[in-house]
């Protein structure tokens, strides 16, 4: 499994070339991985995951997700809840995206 | 939808999805959004254990075909009711309320069905926004009543086809995960059902009196207000309340231990069956009343009077029908419905005239004459309850009474010490097995009972083992003095006569599942050739074991003469596997025959060769050395020199119709081997004329070729000889 996850780093790392090259922005994000992730979607629900894989069209791939649901169509209506495990988001239906962290990293992403 | 978005992106906040301790849900949307566009094509942020096959996996959000939360036009059953969507009572019109209810009744009655064909039953009987909140439909006793009792039902049709266990492949059907089956008071759902039945069948007679005594039930108040139309909906609720009585009645009285419920399930099953009919009858007046339907699609429509019913939404509990993915089911029609309940009522009613046949020969041949008309899950379900109850035949015979019979074992190996023999509960086991095998549906049977062969030979090879083991050899001991030395030999007799028993069955599968293709026919025909042969041979040695303990018995009473004439008889068990063993080796050798002499549309299998497909369809029986030393090589052997002219000489054909004759004087109180003894003797015969005129024919005119077909018997081919 190791040895797996190590080839899959070469294989990222060759593909891509070293992370120098790439700008800021994508330095930041790819910090984000493996943080706990909360995705809305258009329909009114959220997903809460770990944020595991993002492409260049903002496809987002969440692990152990959970999904939120409110149980009326006014927002203040209580949630249900359910786990999905591994899903894929895609960005069409994404309306919001936030990520769980401390009050000083938040004032520092502001900033970007 | 943009005022939608805007509160979406703040709701983290006031929601109650927690962010975690000392932290804040942070928006990275803009972040993501830049870099995004700073990424190259193709390029991904991932961490070190990403894994690209892996991702392939992930469940896409808001794809129609993987994504069952989809909020459609519902977030809940709640919010549904709210907005009117089931109400209570369905119309303050009474007329309207009736004609609605009978809608929602025919529409349930689809939805059983198609949940019986397999579907989920969260999204079919489920989809009832009046079955998911059981104690709303309180205040309408029509209503009410009806929903208890659809529940009661699917709880009882789930612990059948539950405990069984046949559900083969398509177990979602007991999954009732959050479905509210047991509502309160659903056991008692019949007192009510009466009591709704009584009042209905009261207005019925009010309306029907003439108006003199109709004063004298005027205090009884009509069923709705449009009295026209009075007599045809007591009429038409009466026949669905009564249908739904008596099914219930007729699957609980099926399940009453060791069969003694089956004469009173044969009446409500009968009951059933006329109710349907009235149902089906009462459509052409619900047509006609209600108002506003079309003639056009009516024969998809899921109701009698061709309406849309009031109060399903399939999406709903969409989530509680996983792991099926979220696709849409269509529902059966409501025509399709009843027949669907037609034939199962068939089915469960042939299921509650049998006998109860004490010799497993005989519940053998039941059952696979049972099968032939391809019954259901849920009758497949009964079926197998009844035949297993507490490992034991129909719950009465144990099993090694049922072996003792099967085998013909001596009187006294009733209380011999044998049946403690591990070896002996463990071939119990194997019989349990198999009769539950026999139960379910042909593709799954097909391939457990050629797993099971194998245990089968491997119980053989052990019982020899401990036979051995136990008296030396055979030989050394005399026979009429050691009861051990018979029980055993009667005993593995009996075990490879099952064997061959099942791997017949194996093959004959294989013509129903269309499994084989006609350039195949040759091996396959040939293989049961061999396996029959077998059979016979076993059948016979057992019989004439029979007949020996029988004879010695009343030995000072008959003459010797009569003796000898006993023995020289072919019992008839034997004569019926004879005929067919003269038909497949006939058909065996006409094949190859037609295929030396070129005679055969042969079409070239591209993929893999005949030694392959040999291996594929018969590498069960190959590894279980069923028969011993038989492979394709002997196959090979065995055809590679059949032509015509020989065959004609000697015409296997005429022999299978000459034993078919013969056989069937000795069945004529066996319907059903008397039926397929015809048939074996119309293929028979078809196959001898088609025979000769190829022969004859043939050499003269090289377009002649012959095919087959099954027009005569399901797995014994016809030839027909056409010019091409």
């Known amino acids: 499994m190791e040895l797996e996850a190590e080839k899959s780093l070469i294989q990222a790392e060759s593909s891509d070339g070293p992370n120098s090259n790439s700008s800021d922005f994508v330095a930041h994000v790819r910090k984000l991985l493996f943080r706990r992730m909360l995705v809305g979607i258009r329909d009114g629900r959220f997903f809460l995951g770990t944020f595991h894989c993002m492409d260049k069209q903002g496809n987002i791939i969440l692990q152990d997700a959970v999904e939120y649901r409110s149980t009326r169509r006014s927002s203040t209506s209580p949630m249900e809840q359910r786990c999905l495990g591994l899903i894929l988001i895609p960005s069409s239906c994404r309306s919001s995206c936030h990520v769980g962290c401390s009050i000083e990293e938040q004032l520092s992403l502001l900033k970007l | ?724």
């Not at chain 2, 022969?695 to 005569?712: C, I, M, N, Y």
Request: net charge neutral; proline share 4%; hydrophobic share 40%.
């Open chain 2, 1 to 724: 939808m943009a005022d939608d978005a805007a509160a979406a992106v703040s709701v983290p906040e006031r929601t109650s999805i927690p962010s975690g301790d000392d932290s804040v849900w942070a928006d990275v949307s803009p972040l993501l959004e830049s870099a995004c566009k700073d990424l190259r094509d193709g390029e991904l942020i991932h961490g070190d254990n990403f894994n690209l096959f892996a991702a392939m996996s992930a469940l896409e959000i808001m794809d129609p075909k993987m994504d069952s939360g989809i909020v459609c036009k519902y977030y809940s059953i709640d919010e549904a009711i709210e907005n009117g969507a089931a109400p209570v009572p369905i119309s303050i019109n009474k007329t309207v309320d009736v004609q609605c209810t009978i809608d929602i009744m025919d529409h349930l009655l689809a939805c059983e069905a198609t949940w019986h064909k397999g579907h989920s039953l969260a999204q079919t009987v489920f989809s009832c926004i009046y079955l998911l909140r059981p104690d709303r439909t309180s205040s309408h006793a029509l209503l009410h009543s009806y929903c208890r009792v659809i529940r009661a039902t699917c709880k009882a049709v789930i612990s059948v086809v539950s405990d069984a266990r046949t559900h083969e492949e398509d177990d979602l059907f007991t999954m009732a995960y959050g479905l509210p089956l047991d509502g309160d008071g659903d056991e008692k759902c019949l007192s009510l059902l009466n009591a709704v039945e009584e009042t209905i069948s009261r207005q019925l007679r009010a309306c029907k009196a003439p108006s003199s005594r109709r004063r004298v039930l005027e205090d009884m108040e009509p069923l709705q207000t449009n009295l026209d139309l009075e007599e045809g909906y007591c009429k038409a609720l009466l026949c669905r309340l009564r249908f739904r009585k008596h099914f219930y009645h007729a699957l609980t009285s099926m399940r009453r231990p060791q069969g003694r419920g089956l004469e009173l399930a044969r009446k409500h099953i009968a009951t059933c069956i006329s109710e349907l009919d009235c149902i089906y009858r009462s459509s052409d007046f619900l047509r006609s009343s209600a108002c506003g339907t079309s003639e056009d699609g009516i024969e998809n429509r899921t109701t009698a009077s061709g309406c849309q019913p009031i109060g399903f939404d399939a999406s709903l509990n969409c989530r509680l029908s996983a792991p099926t993915p979220p696709r849409a089911i269509k529902i059966l029609s409501w025509k399709k419905a009843i027949e669907y309940f037609v034939k199962l009522l068939h089915d469960l009613d042939i299921i509650c005239s049998y006998s109860l046949d004490p010799s497993l020969e005989g519940v053998l041949q039941f059952v696979v004459q049972f099968q032939k008309s391809q019954p259901d899950l849920v009758a497949r379900a009964h079926l197998q309850l009844l035949l297993v109850q507490d490992g034991k035949l129909y719950g009465r015979d144990s099993m090694f009474t049922v072996i003792t019979r099967a085998a013909v074992l001596p009187e006294v190996a009733k209380n011999h010490d044998v049946q403690k023999n591990e070896y002996f509960v463990q071939l119990g086991q194997l019989v349990i097995n198999m009769l539950k095998i026999l139960c379910t549906n042909a593709a799954w049977q097909r391939r457990k009972l050629g797993k099971m062969l194998q245990d089968w030979r491997v119980m053989y090879v052990q019982l020899e083992l401990a036979f051995r083991k136990e008296f030396g050899e055979v030989s050394r001991i005399p026979e009429d003095e050691n009861v051990c030395v018979k029980i055993f030999q009667h005993i593995l007799l009996w075990v490879e006569e099952q064997t061959y028993w099942i791997a017949s069955r194996f093959l004959i599968l294989g013509f129903e599942l269309e499994l084989y293709s006609p350039s195949e026919y040759c091996m396959v025909y040939w293989y049961m050739y061999v396996v029959l042969i077998k059979l016979s041979e076993k059948t016979h040695l057992k019989m004439a074991a029979k007949n020996d303990m029988g004879k010695r018995k009343g030995k000072k009473k008959r003459d010797s003469a009569k003796d000898v004439a006993r023995e020289y008889r072919i019992p008839p068990a034997v004569l019926f596997l004879q005929c067919q063993i003269c038909l497949a080796e006939g058909l065996t050798m006409m094949l190859a025959a037609l295929r030396n002499e070129h005679m055969i549309l042969q079409s070239r299998n591209p993929f893999n060769t005949e030694q392959e497909r040999f291996i594929q369809h018969f590498e069960l029986l190959q590894k279980a050395c069923i028969p011993d030393h038989v492979s394709f090589h002997s196959f090979r052997e065995s055809t590679t020199y059949a032509r015509l002219s020989t065959l004609v000489m000697y015409n296997y054909f005429k022999d299978a119709q000459r034993i078919a004759k013969e056989a069937k004087s000795s069945f004529s109180n066996d319907p059903d081997k008397l039926a397929e003894l015809r048939k074996i003797e119309q293929v028979a015969e078809h196959n001898s004329i088609a025979l000769n005129v190829i022969s004859r024919v043939g050499a003269l005119d090289p377009t002649l070729k012959a095919s087959f077909e099954f027009s005569h018997h399901p797995y014994f081919a016809t030839a027909v000889v056409k010019r091409s």
